[in-house]
């Protein structure tokens, strides 16, 4: 018995510390207030609990106590309801729907405490005092289970509505509490004792240690800082307190000139110490409002990303259809399917077919671009073979370009062995004659230079230019998709900034790797694939 009466004065009190921590926090909140109310309430349902069982044996206090008692219950839920509801954002709830909620708890508060519909009489025994329950008790007990289970429903949808992942999981630390209270409090002092079990009542009270702890968490969390600043504060003016006693009853005028020292040294210390915390608080305050602020903006670049994607993907479709027929037609026309064509109609329809040739490749990056950025990637058909065929036969139809535009080539092939490599013959040959057409555009006069070497374990491909080159910080970005050096935006405006990006998915895709090295503007790029040998 005593150890049960310790611990409803303990859960009496830490209710009331861990409810006033919270109250003075930030006692302009909506939510800290009821947050306050709801513990005090807590703490006097101890206290009552604890009186009952003390003077429980003379019979008119213990029915006023006994009564008190489940009176105190119907504001603890009527207060837990409402502070769910309020949660997080200190909502203002419609006047109307704050009468709903409180007008059957009042009323079931004062038939509680003044009539005997609920509780007729309290049955005075030496072990354990048992409350004799009136007509209306099933509705005090249907009331008290509804408002807990409406709390719990609420906090539920509530956390299945809320973005902010920090208060989702506040939520579930209070569902947690209030589950685990709600059950045992009404289990151990209305359900039981329902059925004349008693002696389990004062777990009750001590339950709500639960409730109280995980949700003074939840809402401390969110202000974790200025709890800090307050115990801060608290124990500074404690120590200043506790020197300025020890100075007043120093006994000796020595002992008073050290007190004063020591009065004075703790007091500066206590007040540095405080202000040290709340300069801390407040740049860690700022800190959490940017890295929301920059939370909130990264979404919103998220979502304009996948929007952007899909008009590629869908603008891209809507473009092929016509452009197919405008290239079959063309290529009919040319070979005078629709009869014979003169020697100056053929060059424009050599430009037609060529443009639509060019569109035809652009859209396909631009949908295999979205293709990777919604996760399906290239339909690869993937063979082991030497690959040295096909990239000879890219080479031989790039060179004739790069001689015509007054380039020198040199092609160096160091492979003298049968190599196989795994690869998927489009999607190599798109990555491979992307590297060599960009030197070509890019390089101006000099010279380019492909090579074809292997190690132990891998083919290496090589391209050189002397053309324009690149800064180091345009290298970091090369195969980021749509990156478009500055250098190159003026005198080739036609690029779209994804053959890199591409290519880099396509080997990567293959198990190999890509990169460039440059050694600045003007002084030539070079582009370098490995990709692993398959050994037999
Ligand atoms: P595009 O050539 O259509 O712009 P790419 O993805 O192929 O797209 O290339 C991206 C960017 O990388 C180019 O715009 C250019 O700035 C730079 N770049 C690529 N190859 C070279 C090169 N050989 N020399 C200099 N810059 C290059």
């Given at each position: 018995?005593?150890?049960?009466?310790?611990?409803?004065?303990?859960?009496?009190?830490?209710?009331?510390?861990?409810?006033?921590?919270?109250?003075?926090?930030?006692?302009?909140?909506?939510?800290?207030?009821?947050?306050?109310?709801?513990?005090?309430?807590?703490?006097?349902?101890?206290?009552?609990?604890?009186?009952?069982?003390?003077?429980?044996?003379?019979?008119?206090?213990?029915?006023?106590?006994?009564?008190?008692?489940?009176?105190?219950?119907?504001?603890?839920?009527?207060?837990?309801?409402?502070?769910?509801?309020?949660?997080?954002?200190?909502?203002?709830?419609?006047?109307?729907?704050?009468?709903?909620?409180?007008?059957?708890?009042?009323?079931?508060?004062?038939?509680?405490?003044?009539?005997?519909?609920?509780?007729?009489?309290?049955?005075?025994?030496?072990?354990?005092?048992?409350?004799?329950?009136?007509?209306?008790?099933?509705?005090?007990?249907?009331?008290?289970?509804?408002?807990?289970?409406?709390?719990?429903?609420?906090?539920?949808?509530?956390?299945?509505?809320?973005?902010?992942?920090?208060?989702?999981?506040?939520?579930?630390?209070?569902?947690?509490?209030?589950?685990?209270?709600?059950?045992?409090?009404?289990?151990?002092?209305?359900?039981?004792?329902?059925?004349?079990?008693?002696?389990?009542?004062?777990?009750?009270?001590?339950?709500?240690?639960?409730?109280?702890?995980?949700?003074?968490?939840?809402?401390?969390?969110?202000?974790?800082?200025?709890?800090?600043?307050?115990?801060?504060?608290?124990?500074?003016?404690?120590?200043?307190?506790?020197?300025?006693?020890?100075?007043?009853?120093?006994?000796?005028?020595?002992?008073?000139?050290?007190?004063?020292?020591?009065?004075?040294?703790?007091?500066?210390?206590?007040?540095?110490?405080?202000?040290?915390?709340?300069?801390?608080?407040?740049?860690?305050?700022?800190?959490?409002?940017?890295?929301?602020?920059?939370?909130?903006?990264?979404?919103?670049?998220?979502?304009?990303d996948?929007?952007k994607t899909?008009?590629m993907?869908?603008?891209?479709?809507?473009?092929?259809?016509?452009?197919?027929?405008?290239?079959?037609?063309?290529?009919?026309?040319?070979?005078?399917?629709?009869?014979?064509?003169?020697?100056?109609?053929?060059?424009?329809?050599?430009?037609?077919?060529?443009?639509?040739?060019?569109?035809?490749?652009?859209?396909?990056d631009?949908?295999?671009a979205s293709?990777i950025e919604?996760?399906?990637?290239?339909?690869?058909?993937?063979?082991?073979?030497?690959?040295?065929?096909?990239?000879?036969?890219?080479?031989?139809?790039?060179?004739?370009?790069?001689?015509?535009?007054?380039?020198?080539?040199?092609?160096?092939?160091?492979?003298?062995?049968?190599?196989?490599?795994?690869?998927?013959?489009?999607?190599?040959?798109?990555?491979?004659?992307?590297?060599?057409?960009?030197?070509?555009?890019?390089?101006?006069?000099?010279?380019?230079?492909?090579?074809?070497?292997?190690?132990?374990?891998?083919?290496?491909?090589?391209?050189?230019?002397?053309?324009?080159?690149?800064?180091?910080?345009?290298?970091?970005m090369?195969f980021k998709r749509f990156f478009?050096?500055?250098?190159?935006?003026?005198?080739?405006?036609?690029?779209t900034g994804l053959g890199l990006y591409l290519?880099e998915r396509?080997?990567?895709?293959?198990?190999?790797?890509?990169?460039?090295?440059?050694?600045?503007?003007?002084?030539?790029?070079?582009?370098?694939?490995?990709?692993?040998?398959?050994?037999?």
């Open positions: 018995m005593v150890i049960e009466n310790l611990f409803l004065i303990i859960v009496a009190v830490s209710n009331l510390i861990l409810g006033g921590l919270v109250y003075f926090n930030n006692r302009k909140s909506l939510v800290n207030r009821v947050f306050g109310i709801w513990a005090f309430s807590l703490t006097l349902w101890s206290i009552n609990s604890f009186l009952f069982y003390v003077f429980g044996n003379s019979p008119s206090a213990s029915l006023l106590l006994g009564r008190l008692l489940y009176a105190t219950a119907v504001i603890i839920v009527v207060t837990l309801l409402y502070f769910t509801e309020i949660f997080p954002d200190s909502i203002n709830l419609k006047r109307r729907y704050t009468a709903i909620i409180f007008a059957p708890a009042t009323l079931l508060f004062i038939f509680t405490i003044a009539s005997d519909l609920i509780i007729e009489d309290i049955a005075i025994s030496v072990f354990d005092n048992k409350a004799i329950f009136g007509p209306l008790f099933i509705l005090y007990a249907l009331f008290i289970i509804i408002y807990v289970a409406l709390s719990v429903f609420i906090l539920i949808r509530k956390y299945q509505y809320v973005q902010n992942n920090n208060i989702k999981i506040h939520i579930h630390l209070m569902l947690i509490g209030i589950a685990t209270s709600g059950f045992f409090g009404i289990t151990a002092t209305i359900l039981l004792p329902m059925f004349n079990v008693f002696n389990v009542d004062k777990f009750g009270p001590v339950s709500t240690v639960f409730m109280v702890g995980f949700m003074a968490y939840a809402i401390a969390k969110y202000n974790v800082m200025n709890i800090k600043v307050i115990a801060t504060k608290f124990l500074g003016i404690l120590l200043s307190f506790v020197l300025f006693i020890n100075l007043i009853f120093s006994k000796t005028a020595s002992e008073f000139l050290i007190n004063i020292i020591i009065f004075f040294a703790g007091t500066i210390i206590s007040y540095l110490l405080v202000k040290s915390a709340s300069a801390e608080i407040n740049i860690r305050k700022k800190l959490e409002n940017l890295t929301s602020k920059l939370q909130i903006a990264n979404e919103d670049l998220r979502k304009l996948e929007t899909e008009f993907s869908l603008a891209s479709h809507q473009l092929r259809t016509p452009l197919t027929s405008i290239k079959g037609y063309s290529s009919m026309i040319k070979s005078g399917d629709f009869g014979k064509i003169s020697s100056e109609q053929k060059e424009p329809l050599d430009i037609i077919f060529m443009s639509t040739e060019n569109m035809n490749n652009l859209i396909d631009f949908l295999n293709r919604k996760k399906r990637g290239f339909d690869y058909n993937f063979v082991v073979d030497n690959p040295i065929n096909l990239i000879k036969e890219i080479i031989d139809n790039l060179s004739i370009q790069i001689k015509n535009k007054g380039l020198k080539f040199v092609y160096e092939n160091k492979i003298n062995k049968e190599v196989k490599i795994k690869f998927d013959n489009r999607t190599l040959l798109q990555a491979i004659s992307n590297l060599i057409q960009n030197a070509i555009k890019y390089t101006n006069n000099g010279s380019i230079t492909v090579k074809i070497s292997r190690t132990n374990n891998h083919l290496e491909f090589s391209v050189k230019d002397s053309g324009i080159g690149m800064t180091s910080d345009d290298l970091k090369l478009r050096s500055d250098s190159v935006k003026i005198d080739h405006p036609e690029g290519a396509i080997i990567l895709d293959h198990g190999g790797k890509i990169w460039a090295e440059s050694k600045g503007i003007g002084k030539g790029s070079s582009f370098f694939i490995t990709l692993p040998v398959v050994k037999e």
